[in-house]
């Protein structure tokens, strides 16, 4: 199976080749300010999750808790549906459900985007799994996850015509950071991955690891 590593790596490459240099100095280095920041460095494991109830993409409810009550939960934090690192990983997600389920575990991801985003993102993407929409990143502040972008980042993305405010329906320029949680029924974060550089994602197959050895 091909692994989420080796495709954001050859997408890497792609974008090295065809993105003007400037922006590229802009985003790296909007990533290396925030990893400097220290800000929005995230649960870690041994801490307890919050709870949340969010609706999905058709606007149901759903709540952390009672998802908890069938098993452990990934939980997966991703910045939108235009972010080609995010559906990369949607998608690596959705090769490793069946693995996820057989496993005894729900897999639920969540974007500060606005619920028809999310089900754009979910048909985009033929996933299977729960797509939550955190509005104004509430959940994802409880995660200690959020940050603004920088004013020469939110222009780089206003030029290749990221229309993020229109997919988040507010204004406010803030995203989560990539993020992933593998909690136990009892709510206990057992695993926890955050990165300051988006282009960074768990694989997968590493979660699916730890809910294969978790042991009520």
């Known amino acids: ?42 649960l870690t494991a041994g801490e307890v999750a919050p709870d949340f109830t969010l609706p999905d993409s058709t606007g149901k409810e759903v709540s952390l808790s009672d998802q908890l009550k069938k098993g452990p939960v990934i939980l997966t934090f991703y910045r939108g549906g235009w972010c080609p690192y995010c559906n990369l990983e949607l998608k690596a997600y959705q090769r490793e459900l069946t693995s996820i389920k057989n496993a005894g575990a729900a897999l639920i991801a969540v974007s500060p985007e606005l619920p028809d985003a999310s089900l754009s993102t979910k048909e985009k993407n033929e996933l299977e799994f729960i797509v939550l929409s955190d509005e104004k990143n509430k959940v994802a502040n409880q995660y200690n996850l959020v940050f603004k972008l920088s004013d ?28 992933t949680f593998v909690i136990d029924p009892s709510g206990k974060i057992l695993f926890a991955e955050v990165d300051s550089d988006y282009r960074n994602r768990t694989e997968p197959s590493k979660v699916v690891e730890v809910v294969k050895n978790f042991k009520a």
Not at 4 to 17: D, G, H, M, N, R
Not at 159 to 175: R, T
């Open 1 to 42: 199976m091909t692994s989420l590593q080796s495709e954001i790596e050859a997408y890497k490459e792609v974008f090295k080749l065809k993105a003007p240099e400037e922006k590229q100095r802009i985003m790296q280095q909007a990533t290396d300010e925030l990893e400097k920041s220290g800000i929005a460095q995230g």
């Open 152 to 179: 020469e980042l939110i222009e780089v993305y206003k030029d290749s015509g990221l229309d993020i405010p229109g997919h988040n329906g507010n204004n406010d320029w803030e995203l989560p950071k990539p993020a």
